[in-house]
């Protein structure tokens, strides 16, 4: 654990032209626009969502409601490994472009959807643009970026991002409520426009290497279809499903025999989409580990917190949400002061610690929370847990972004999220099978058959009977705990590998300079400078 390796970049003669202050200033408030409409997007449609099934379809709307999220999810993070790779091929500006003209025609035919299965073929579209919104934009951002100023700005990036996947319902129940559920997509048009001229004004980078790589098309279908069986296997699982029926082992086993497959062709095409070489990386292969981890146990924990407070504390949804403004402000607080810290000091492995000792200590006290817990209490506790989270969000992207060559920073940045995303996914099931398993070995037989013996199943367990009413919620608070002190046990593990990731500072440089740029008026099959 020494301290940050410096690298040097070797500035160009011949790059791209230079980008004034000013122009790096709109583009980067450009960037954190996208980054606030991707995370707004994860969650605004949430709080519409009856009113959007009743509106376009009162019959069968409420059966296939599920769907607008669970495709959005699929199409969003499986396209995320493809879209770094083709930024590190064509250049982030003109993927950006892509992935934003298509998330904004999503948004648009969502608005004028007319039923509910064109809404979701639509949000299909908008998840498939929303796939490179973040990454790639985050890749503009490093590139852009002295390491020092990178820090900052992805600070104030994990900031949105994170307020903003809070602040969602929140946007969608007022918008929703005084103008129209159909304006939860239109509000996407204005700023993503805006965000979208900005960048083809200003924006001058290396358009790509300067031979055309193949792009991987059977790795990006193959990573794709494992990334999108096991997210489904998630969200089907214990809810639709019981784990142990046919159609979720037999997908189980159809996501692990995708991805061993992913794995064997990667390390056989000679342009992968997913190069196995950055693992011989010391950075990138200790923090893609903490990533899954991380993903595992603190990631999906939020995801129980509003079943605690609506089982176990009689709170209604519209309250129950309220207790995730703490998380938020916790969240917001950390995430900028510790993109400041590491600009200031050029360290940043002691903020990975320390966030992840403080998710660890939010763990253990959400572990030890009863049906009598103080409200403040349960605040501070949500604070920490969001102040750990703000110090992890985009520091472990951070790391990668300052250890990788520039020509793979768009595959390693996307990776690193891509990962993160597929722990949260697989936490949130893990941690979800642990609660339902605890909660029905606490539970006399004929209370179990009453319930179903699915957590799920608990909406109206104030409508009980008072006898069987405290025994369900004493044992869903028992299972509660065994859940998160496992989480907690768990996010040990991301303790002890925070203290292993070797902090690597390059210059002062951006990284576009360390890319070779491409001069004007390249041969065909080769790419000129982006924008010029």
Known sequence: MSGPTTTTAKQTPDGPRAMSPNMIKWISASALGTLLLASLDQTIVGSAAWTIARDLDPQQGLRLLPWLFTVYLLASTATQPLYGKLSDVFGPKRVFVFATSLFLVGSMLCGIAQDMTQLIVFRGIQGLGAGGLVGVTLVIVAMISPPKDRARRSGLGGAIIGGGSVAG???????????????????????????????????????????????????????????????????????????????????????????????????????????????????????????????????SAPVYLATYMQIARAQTPTSSALFTVPLAVGLVLFSTSGGMWISRFGRYRMVLVIGNMLCTAALVLLG???????????????????????????????????????????????????????????GTALLGVLLNASFNSRLPQDVQDQLGGNVANLGSVQQLPDSVRETVVDAFVSANHVMYLTAAAVSVIAVALSFFVKETMQDAQPNWAQAKPEPTGAKAGEAGPEGA
């Open 368 to 426: 030890t929370l009863g049906t009598h817990t103080s409200s403040w209490v349960i605040a501070v506790d949500l604070f920490l847990l969001g102040a750990g989270l703000g110090g992890l969000m985009q520091v472990s992207v951070l790391a990668v972004q300052n250890a990788v060559e520039a020509h793979q920073l768009g595959v390693a940045t996307t990776s690193v999220r891509f990962l993160g995303r597929m722990g949260q996914a697989l």
């Open 169 to 299: 319902p929140l946007v969608g129940g007022v918008v929703s409520e005084h103008l129209s559920w159909r304006g939860l997509f239109y509000i996407n048009l204005p700023l993503g426009i805006a965000a979208l001229a900005v960048m083809l004004y200003a924006l001058r980078l290396p358009a790509g290497r300067r031979r055309r790589e193949p792009v991987d098309i059977l790795g990006a279908v193959l990573i794709a279809a494992a990334a999108s069986v096991i997210l489904l296997v998630t969200d089907w699982g214990g809810t639709k499903y019981s784990w142990t029926s046919p159609l979720i082992l037999a997908m189980g086993l159809g996501g692990v025999l995708l991805s061993a497959l992913f794995i064997w062709w990667e390390l056989r095409t000679p342009a992968p989409i997913l190069p196995l070489s950055l693992f011989r990386n010391p950075v990138y292969r200790t923090v893609t580990p903490l990533q899954i981890v991380t993903g595992l146990a603190v990631m």
